[in-house]
Structure formats: C-alpha cells, structure tokens
C-alpha cells in the first residue's frame, strides 16, 4: 500500500507501483520510422555542418540523417559509431540543446532544431537490436594495453585498440562496466538496462578482457602495469566527491547525490529506494538535477534545489533546469549553505545565506533562509583520487594530457572526466578514448600503420 | 471582388477552374461533388465507343513521387478511358448538364481512327445536350497500344483529319487535348488548328517510370511482377506544361488559337501563370486527386484577390500578358548583369549556397570571413547564375542585385552599358551581322 507523501520521515513505498513505472520511464519515447522519417527531412545537408562542429565527437551528422532520408537507417549507424561507439548512450544523455541542436541552423531559422539526438538514437537503436556488428578485431600486432576503468573513456578506447589490433585488459573497481554510464546519470535516460546491453555490444568487437572489482592502489599499481603492458590508458573517472566542510554533514539524511544516483540505477524496483518527505539538493550541476527529479518521482512532497550563483552559472542546461521544474522541482539562486541543523542525529532543517557577485567575487549578504529537510544530497562536484598517479603531472588536480590525450609518462594516456578540461560529458569521454587509442596505435607502431 | 467569369472556345462557365478528364470526372457522382464544391466546368473522362467497355487493371494503377514530409509530387496512372458502358455515360452527363446548366460539361472522347467511328458518336454525345468535345490525343498508355489516343497526337496528320472530322460532324466546339510525348509541340497543333479545332488543351500526361522495386526488379506500380509505362502528371510536370503551352501561345501559325492549360496546377498560382502564358482557362486533376475537390476555394479566392490586387476586372484583362516576354535565348540582353548578394540579417549559415558555388558552379562565395563562418558573394566571380538563390532555404535571404548602367562589373572589369546587346550581334558571333 502506497505511503503517501505526506508521511514524515525517509521512508520507501511513497507511490503507487504505477507511479514509479511511468516516473521511471524513458524521458523520451523513440522516434517510430515515418516520425524519423519526417524529422529527418528537416536537415539541410549543412555545408561543414555547424552540429558537426558542436559535437565533441564530431559526427557527421548531416550524413547519417540523410541515410535515414534514404532508409539506410544501418549505414547512419555506422556514421555514429564510426566516430563514437557510445552513440547509442550519447544520444539518450547528451545535452544535445547545448550541442548539436543548439547549433543547428534550424534553430537558428525557425527557433526549432533537427531532433538530432533523437534521430541518432533511432538509428543506433536499429543497429544494436538487429545486433549488426560494423568492426572487427584486427589481426594482432602482438601489443598489450591496459586500461584503467571501464567508462566511456576506457571502453571507447578499448574498442578503437582492438580495432586497430591490440590486445586489451580493462581494470576497474566496480562489479560491473559501465562508469557513470551505468551508475550515474538519471533511471529515466537509460531504461532496460541500457547501459549493459550497450557495453556488450560493444565488446562483441572482441579482444577485450574486463577485470571487474580491481581498484588502482589497492589490486595494483601504475608500475605494475607500465611492467606489463606496451601501454597504459587512465579513465579513472572521478572518484571523489566534494564536501560541505560545515557542521553536522555526516548526520543522518545527508547523502552524496551521486550515490543516490547510482542506487537508483542499480534498484530495479524504484518502490524500494525510500525517500524523505522535505528534500534540499545542493549544487548547479547535472547530479543536483538528477537527484531532484528522482526524488521527486519517488514521492518526495518538497524538493529544492539550492545553488549558490544565479541561473546562467549552474552546471545544468537550461532545458534540464525546466524539466527539475516541470516535475515539480524548486529551483532557488544565490543561497550558499551555513549550517546543518539536526535533531536526535538527523537531519532537521539547512540554513542557507543569501550571497551576491560583488565585483566578480561571490559574497554572503546579511539575510538568510532557512529549509526543513529530513534528507540533503550535495551535489557540490567531484574530484580525482591522485594518490595512485601521484607521478603524473596534474593541472588544477586533473590529469594533464596533450593534444592525444598522452600525460607526462610517455607510456600512459587518459581521458574523460579524470583530465584537465574534462567537461563531465560520455560523448567527451568516448572521444577523448577514440582519439587515445589511434595515438598509442600511432606510437606503438611507429610509422607501420 | 474580381469577375471571374469565363468563356473558353465559346463555352461559358462562372470560373476558369475545369477538372481535366480523368478519374474525378468518371460519373455524375464526382462531377456533381465538384459541382458543388464550385468547380467551373468539367472534362468528363474520355468515352469510348459503344460496346464491351475496356476493361482497367485489378491492381496498382498509380505510382508517386514523394517530396520532403511525403508531399506528393508526382503521380503516374496506368488507368484507361472510361470502363463504364456507353449508354450510362450519356444519361448522366445529360442529367448532371440539366442539373448544372451553368457549369461547363465538355466530354473527351477516344474512339479508333476511322470516320464512320465518330460519325456515330459526335450525335449521342450533343444529345446530352453536353457544352464541347474533348479529342484525347493524348493517353500515352495501353490506348496508344490500340492505334489510339497518343498514337493519335504523335502524328500530326492524323490530328488534322480526325479534328476535320469532327467539325464537320458536330456544332459542338471541338477541343483538341496534345500529347507532350514528342519533339516539337508546335507541330501537332499546328495540325489541330488546320483541322478547324476550336481550341487546343494540354498537356495531357508523359511517359514515365515513377520507380523501381529493388527487391523483384520490376517498375512500379507492379502488377504481378511486371509495369508498364504511364502517364506522368502532378506539380513535377508544370514546368514542362508552362513552356509547351508558350511555344503554342507565341508560334505565328497557331497565334490566337484558344489554349486550355493543363499540368501540375494546384493553386490559383499556377493557374495564373498558364494564363499569363496565353491559356485562356486551365484544367486541374493531380491535385484534385490528391487533396479533393475543396482546393478550388482557395484558387477562386486567390485568383479574385491577386486581380483585385492587380487591378484587373475580367481575366482577359491578363491572360497571354506574359507571352511576348517568352523569347529565344539568342534575343536575351547580353548586358543584363546581376550579382547574388546575400542578406546576412536572414543567413542562417546553412552553406548550402556556398559548397553549391564551389563544388559546382563559379567559386564566388567564401565560407569565412575573418576566421568566422560567414558566407558572402564575391563578386569579381559571381556570374548571377542563380543557383545560390535556388539553394538557399531561406526565402529572399539572396537577391539577384541587377547592376545600373555606369557601374563597373568587378567579373570582367567593364562597365555596365545601359545598351541592348544580344547574341546575334555579338563578336565572337560567327553568323553576327
């Protein structure tokens, strides 16, 4: 029996179960054939096209929306994976309105762009359902690379290693593949186990073995590795997560939004997850809004999103912003939190003060807001653990990589979120991967290949 | 509001808009439906002789080109004349013209070229007391086969002496319908004209294939395998109409012979212009096929407001205005100079003009200015062909800047001269004066 939202406390069973079937399903509903069809014929055939440019992987998408215009849905597949093989997550998760679609010149003409990621999931949907394989292992050139964590970045490198012929191993600490793929991003942008079936498809390709609940520093180490392997790619991820640093932040009810994320992820029945009745989340990122749509689909009465600088500075699109809204999120400016009030070791109430720019710098003013929470999750941003690469040159403690991707140890690459300008996107991470795997390709080899 | 009233080779109807023999015009039931929807006459679809009718496939008789968003734009038929009797026919053309008496009924007819054959027609078909005669020269399929229709409209001297036939055998106005399947338009009605036709209409439908199956190999529409050749029409055929239907307006032997236009009209546009090309009514199907009947609403008022508009009170006012300015290319002014320019307020930066020009065409337009993505018309290259206009989405985004006299062209360095200078005179000419 449903609880209720107006139950007190953390609890689970807020809902009906039909309440969390439809909250937890895909955001968007995929595009039938003649709605792709009809979409599609909206593209220009852009010259350089400008969402080619705007997309970090840089796919051609002008090309693959044509090959839907013509029915060759498989062949616009390919284009996707041909420049990122995570085009199928990509095109549930990617903030195509601040990408590809905000560029597009229908947007620029009539306010309203090509569905691009909508039409690119249609067409790698098809590919992955019909389990059409474009690649192929090379014949080996006998190199061995080890990769650190199974991410985007990891296996997109992984996958263009062994396209090219290489032997791969992938580390990572989790029981399962994935990254944030799998245990970040909201249940509603990766439905039916999206994620795992992506990454099996992918690993089809073969010559790729994934160690599972091997974490650097504590299974091994980087020296190992340089010992063992031609070469080493990192896509650690970021595995730290930023704190408060005020009083009462281990109380009862305070939780990292990413670990909130992820046990939705991992819950197959959403009833399950309980969750408190007056919700604050704490950050401007896509985590803070992530957290706060779920929690709101899990039955909380009140969430609010508090953010310490105004709307154009937080992390999150605008077009997610108005989706935290459309589910009945509260989203609140310039409150930067004070204090953690708890009563018997839990969370009771946070005290925010109000701040404002004061020439460029943000300052607390004299006023102050006070919310009732019996659960906060902080959404506050995440750092890298470098203790393991302390070796490594860093910059604004993320790894520091050059233009292919190569750190300071000639024999280790990185990407994803774990380098310096990381921008916290999969399409970043699958690229920054690619473009890895064709440099030790290119440097293992010499001028060979 | 405009008078829209017309009359077409001596036959009077309350607008110029006549559905063209085909389908919609098979039986009192669509014609009194176009009737009522305001329609100004019809063509009633072509009669045969008596006897066992012809008898139609059983399977695909259309296929179709499709535009952006499955717009059709093309349609091809296999469907014959008429497959219903003789007899029913008349009666209810008979019944429908006492029911309508002002809207035009003008009958097609097809029967073998023999003169006994229309001797025995023209009679039963004035006794319906039916406003003209319709010769279908045209139907390009399965009829052509049997000697009749395009096989008819592709030899001129049989267009004249069925067309003599038939004035000498009827007072009813005789309407000659062409053929677009040959070389030279001016030919066969030419031939209609000697014959005494009263007016000619076209065009009737090309040969076509609209498509083929890839999976059996076959044309499509596909009857149990196999295709055949039909009849081309829609919007896709109005260019072809437009020009054949000049070069009858402007020939001196055929000047002044009434020309009902037919081809791809689907709005009161387009009829305008087969009007302003010399037709002194016009004749839709295709998009009547595709739309119904209701589209002659919006021609009827946008004819009215465009004439208001313009100042004209009766269509002769403007129908063949636009015939002396169809010329042959030698006569063109060579020192017409016009530059692209486009308007960078409405670039929405698509490129397409620009990969147009320099994959294609004059490599006059620069993709970036100042580092930026900026498209720009050079104009020491620019020939004013045109095509960065046509593949531009956006409408008057580019404008063909005519060049004034005195100004210097920055292409070939010279000055505009305000003279007239065509081909004909011109120095790298070798039969110039």
């Not at chain 1, 014949?139 to 992984?158: N, V």
Request: with cysteine; charged share 25%; proline share 4%.
């Amino acid at each position: 029996m449903a609880r209720g939202q107006s139950e007190k406390r953390i609890l689970s069973n807020r809902l009906e179960p039909n309440d969390y079937i439809k909250g937890f399903c895909d955001l968007h509903s995929p595009l039938d054939q003649h709605e792709a069809l009809v979409e599609a014929e909206r593209c220009l055939f852009c010259y350089d096209a400008p969402c080619q440019t705007a997309c970090p992987a840089e796919i051609d998408v002008a090309l693959f929306i044509r090959e839907i215009t013509t029915n060759n849905t498989l062949g616009a597949a390919k284009t996707i994976f041909d420049q990122n093989i995570f085009g199928g997550m990509c095109a549930r998760v990617c903030p195509v309105e601040i990408l590809c679609e905000q560029a597009c010149v229908r947007q620029t003409s009539e306010g309203k762009p090509v569905k691009i990621g909508q039409l690119q999931r249609f067409a790698t949907d098809l590919a992955m359902n019909e389990d059409k394989q474009f690649y192929r292992s090379q014949s080996s050139t006998g190199k061995k690379i080890a990769i650190i964590g199974a991410g985007p970045a990891g296996i997109s490198c992984a996958h263009r290693l062994s396209m090219l012929g290489h032997e791969v191993e992938i580390f990572d600490a989790k029981p399962k593949s994935g990254g944030l793929n799998e245990y970040g991003i909201a249940a509603y942008k990766s439905v039916n186990d999206f994620a795992q079936k992506e990454i099996n498809y992918i690993l089809k390709i073969g010559n790729i073995k994934i160690h599972h609940n091997k974490a650097l520093g504590q299974d091994f180490t980087l020296k190992e590795l340089e010992n063992n392997y031609d070469a080493i790619f990192l896509g650690l991820g970021l595995g730290d997560v930023n704190n408060l640093n005020i009083k009462n932040e281990s109380a009862k009810g305070v939780e990292d939004a990413i670990d909130f994320i992820a046990k939705l992820r991992q819950e197959h029945d959403k009833s399950k997850i309980p969750i408190g009745q007056d919700i604050v989340v704490i950050g401007g990122g896509m985590s803070a809004i992530d957290a706060a749509i779920q929690a709101k689909l899990l039955g909380a009465q009140n969430v609010t999103i508090c953010y310490r600088r105004g709307k154009e500075q937080m992390g999150a699109s605008e077009y997610e912003q108005q989706l935290a809204t459309s589910k009945g999120v509260v989203i609140k400016h310039w409150l930067s939190p004070k204090k953690i009030k708890t009563k018997h070791g839990k969370l009771a109430s946070v005290k925010f003060n109000y701040t404002e720019l004061k020439n460029g710098k943000l300052m607390d003013i004299n006023q102050s807001l006070t919310l009732k929470a019996d659960q906060l999750f902080k959404a506050i941003g995440q750092n890298l653990i470098s203790e393991s690469i302390s070796e490594l040159q860093l910059k604004s403690k993320r790894i520091l990589v050059d233009d292919n991707m190569q750190t300071s140890n000639k024999k280790i690459w990185a990407g994803g979120d774990c380098i310096f300008g990381g921008d916290d996107l999969t399409v970043t991470a699958s690229a920054n991967g690619r473009d890895a795997a064709i440099d030790i390709n290119k440097k293992l080899l010499g001028g060979a290949k | 509001m405009a008078d829209l009233r017309n009359k077409f080779a001596g036959i009077k109807s309350p607008n110029p808009f006549w559905l063209a023999s085909a389908p919609p015009t098979d039986k009192a039931y669509n014609v009194e439906r176009a009737f009522k929807a305001g329609w100004g006459g019809v063509m009633w679809k072509t009669l045969g002789e008596d006897g066992p009718p012809v008898v139609n496939v059983n399977g695909p008789r259309y296929g179709a080109i499709f535009g952006g968003d499955r717009r059709l734009i093309g349609l091809n038929n296999i469907e014959l004349i008429t497959d219903r009797p003789l007899q029913l026919n008349l009666q209810e053309i008979k019944q429908v013209k006492k029911n309508w008496p002002d809207r035009a009924v003008v009958v097609s007819l097809m029967v073998p070229c023999e003169e006994d054959a229309w001797k025995t027609i023209l009679p039963v078909v004035e006794a319906t007391g039916a406003d003209g005669i319709e010769l279908n020269f045209g139907c390009p399929h399965g009829m052509s086969e049997r000697g009749m229709g395009a096989a008819v409209g592709q030899v001129p001297e049989y267009i004249e002496m069925v067309t003599r036939w038939c004035k000498a055998n009827t007072n009813m106005p005789v309407i000659v319908k062409l053929t677009p399947n040959i070389t030279d338009i001016r030919y066969p009605a030419r031939a209609a004209h000697k014959g005494g036709a009263d007016a000619v209409s076209l065009i009737n439908t090309i040969n076509s294939i609209t498509s083929v199956n890839l999976d059996i190999f076959a044309p499509e529409p596909t009857i149990d395998g196999k295709g055949t050749h039909g009849g081309y029409c829609g919007a896709a055929v109005k260019p072809i109409a437009l020009n054949m239907v000049a070069e009858i307006a402007r020939d001196a032997q055929t000047k002044g012979l009434p020309i009902s236009g037919i081809g791809g009209i689907e709005n009161w546009r387009g009829a305008a212009e087969f009007m302003a090309l010399g037709a002194g009514n016009v004749q839709v199907c295709t998009a009547a096929m595709i739309y119904g009947f209701k589209i002659v609403e919006e021609m009827i008022s946008g004819l009215s407001n465009w004439m208001d508009e313009k100042g004209y009170n009766s269509i002769d006012e403007f129908v063949g205005k636009a015939v002396p300015n169809v010329t042959d290319w030698q006569f063109l002014n060579l020192n017409h100079i016009t530059k692209a320019r486009i308007n960078q307020d409405l670039c929405i930066s698509c490129g397409r003009c620009y990969i147009a020009c320099e994959d294609t065409s004059h490599q006059a337009i620069m993709a970036t200015k100042d580092g930026e993505r900026h498209f720009e018309i050079m104009e020491d290259e620019c020939v004013g062909c045109n095509l960065c206009v046509n593949t531009c989405p956006i409408e008057n985004c580019i404008d063909m800047v005519v060049l004034k006299t005195g100004e210097i062209d920055e292409r070939t360095g010279e000055k505009v001269s305000g003279d007239y200078a065509n081909w004909t005179e011109h120095k790298n000419n070798p039969g110039a004066a």
